[in-house]
């Protein structure tokens, strides 16, 4: 009993030894303020109050834009205001772009070549390459094998739309999610996908985005990572692992085609065929050797990142424009004046569509489809005063830059006009002030950025022209439910519902 005791109190002492040092140590660094930590679980509790995003915009209006948190074992140092993201994003970019991967990731190795937790460094730029140079530029989107696809795929929705409609109210985000799923695959692999092959993935992705972020013990204490508690890196194996074995399907018959033909491809090439002439090759521009591993993580990361922002960000505006009535007629009046009997809405319309466009900023302003951007500090540099040390983890609130008051008055309102006189200046790589940066900026700038501008405007433009919309009345009578779930992306906890009739 003796002995118990006296380890007990042992280690109280380190702990309480443990928690004293920890905070000299803040205050000697010169570390941005912040909530005072618990021992050993710092700030998780201040945290998990309610969603991060939320809940650190809350502590940032306490302590200041830059502030610092202790997520269990891990040093963060949070910006949340426009002028505190330029500093992270541009004035400090270059030592401030490393990433530490998810824990759930480390399954089937899928974070040793995936683009969006790799360092800058070789792989990292020929990987950013090859997606913008032979599927994700604005070049490739309105090139002669990609357009088509777009068109298909805004068709493709409205056919979705239109026979779920028959059945009932329409689960919007479903089907936005996929219609992009089968564009995206077919941008990928020249190929569509069959009925039970459709199901399968569309589950898979689906369970794998909800998962890639979820808050997990092992990335707060990694000493205890090893041992998965929450079992997040098991099931997201599971999911990705369904990923890859259609995606190696798509591999293996690419190879054999190929191999039958006596070499590479003919005529225009997709993505899988870029990859595997690099492959074939050896090397890309000499430097970095494109394997199966890679093309795999690779059209996996770019597969799952693109639907999710899309569809997410179609029912985010949907939702919205569902409880503004006066502005869905606003826009559908621009619509139907512009387009006329056009069935649907194309990248040639949007310069005559600046409502539309308003709708969409303003949509992602108040749910930024990523609202958390992390990295990590690659030396030690200083903003504002404030040391933000080397090794330590720079999470971006872009929910909270784009809720600022200061620059957004009413901030919480759905407001398209307020986009109205300024869409040049607001543009989707970021503004010069940085109040509006809904995909990031600097060396970390989305990727898909133009597929997912492009497929918004259509999709979104599209469904508004052909269909009416309208809340079933158990909607109408307890309000649309706006909860959020954070995953991969931000989508709403409870999908949205509508009844559509053709306009």
Same mark, same amino acid.
């Given at each position: 009993?003796? /002995? ?10 380190? %702990?309480?030894?443990?928690y ?24 998780l509790?201040?945290?998990?109050? !309610?969603?991060?995003?939320? +809940? ?17 074992? $891990? ?5 949340? +205001? ?7 994003? =541009? ?8 990433? %530490? ?38 070049? =490739? ?28 109210? @329409?689960? *919007? ?16 692999? %020249? ?9 399968? $993935? ?16 092992s ?16 099931r ?6 369904? *990923? ?5 399907g =798509? ?8 191999? !039958?033909?006596?070499?590479? +491809? ?20 000499? @430097? ?14 770019? #597969? ?7 569809? &997410? ?15 869905? +007629?606003k826009l ?15 990248? %040639? ?23 958390? *951007?992390?990295?990590?500090a690659?030396?030690?540099? !200083?903003?504002?005063?404030?040391? *933000? ?5 720079? $999470? ?9 008051a200061?620059a ?5 309102? #759905? ?7 300024r869409?040049?200046?607001?543009g /989707?790589?970021?503004?010069? !002030? /940085?109040? #509006?940066?809904? /995909? ?21 433009? &599209? ?15 307890n309000?649309?439910?706006m ?18 009739? &053709?306009?």
């Amino acid at each position: 009993m003796a /002995f118990f005791v006296e380890c007990i109190l042992s280690l109280l002492i380190i %702990s309480i030894s443990s928690y004293v040092f920890q905070l000299l140590a803040h205050r000697r660094r010169r570390l941005p303020p912040g909530p005072r930590p618990l021992p050993f679980i710092g700030n998780l509790l201040d945290v998990a109050s !309610e969603l991060p995003h939320r +809940s650190l915009a809350r502590l940032a209006g306490r302590h200041g834009p830059l502030m610092t948190v202790r997520l269990g074992t $891990l040093v963060t140092i949070v910006a949340s +205001s426009p002028s505190t993201a330029r500093e992270v994003l =541009q004035t400090h970019n270059s030592s401030l772009t490393g990433r %530490s991967p998810p824990d759930a990731w480390l399954a089937l190795g899928h974070a040793a070549n995936s683009v969006f937790v790799l360092p800058p460094g070789r792989r990292w730029r020929a990987l950013r390459r090859i997606g913008t140079e032979h599927l994700l530029s604005a070049r =490739q989107l309105d090139g002669n094998r990609l357009r088509p696809l777009l068109r298909d795929a805004v068709l493709d929705l409205v056919r979705r739309v239109s026979d779920m409609a028959a059945a009932g109210p @329409v689960e *919007v985000g479903r089907a936005a999610f996929a219609a992009m799923m089968d564009l995206q695959w077919r941008a990928m692999f %020249s190929a569509g996908l069959d009925d039970a092959a459709s199901l399968a $993935l569309h589950d898979a992705a689906r369970e794998a985005v909800a998962l890639s972020l979820k808050p997990n013990v092992s990335d707060f204490f990694p000493a205890l990572a090893a041992a998965d508690l929450q079992g997040v890196r098991r099931r997201f194996a599971r999911r990705v692992a369904k *990923v890859y074995q259609l995606i190696d399907g =798509q591999i293996e018959r690419r190879m054999r085609v190929r191999r !039958e033909a006596g070499g590479g +491809s003919s005529g225009e090439k997709d993505m899988l065929d870029v990859m595997l002439d690099m492959s074939e090759q050896g090397k890309d521009d000499g @430097v970095v050797t494109v394997n199966r591993d890679m093309m795999r993580t690779f059209l996996t990361d770019i #597969f799952l990142a693109t639907i999710d922002t899309v569809s &997410s960000t179609i029912e985010w505006a949907m939702a919205e424009l569902l409880q503004h009535p006066d502005t869905m +007629s606003k826009l559908q009046e621009e619509l139907r004046r512009v387009l006329g009997s056009k069935a649907h809405v194309e990248q %040639s319309d949007l310069d005559r569509l600046p409502y539309l466009q308003a709708v969409v900023r303003e949509t992602l302003r108040l749910h930024p489809v990523v609202p958390l *951007v992390p990295n990590e500090a690659e030396e030690t540099v !200083e903003i504002q005063g404030h040391a *933000v040390p080397k090794g330590c983890t720079v $999470l971006v609130n872009l929910w909270a830059v784009h809720h600022d008051a200061r620059a957004w008055p009413e901030p919480d309102r #759905f407001m398209p006009e307020r986009f109205l006189l300024r869409l040049e200046e607001t543009g /989707f790589l970021g503004t010069t !002030e /940085f109040e #509006f940066i809904p /995909f990031s900026a600097g060396r970390r700038v989305c990727l898909g950025l133009p597929l997912a501008t492009r497929t918004v405007h259509a999709m979104l433009g &599209s469904l508004l022209h052909r269909f009416e919309w309208a809340l079933p009345r158990e909607v109408k009578e307890n309000g649309v439910d706006m909860s959020e779930s954070l995953g991969l992306t931000m989508i709403m906890a409870t999908p949205l519902q509508a009844i559509a009739n &053709s306009a």
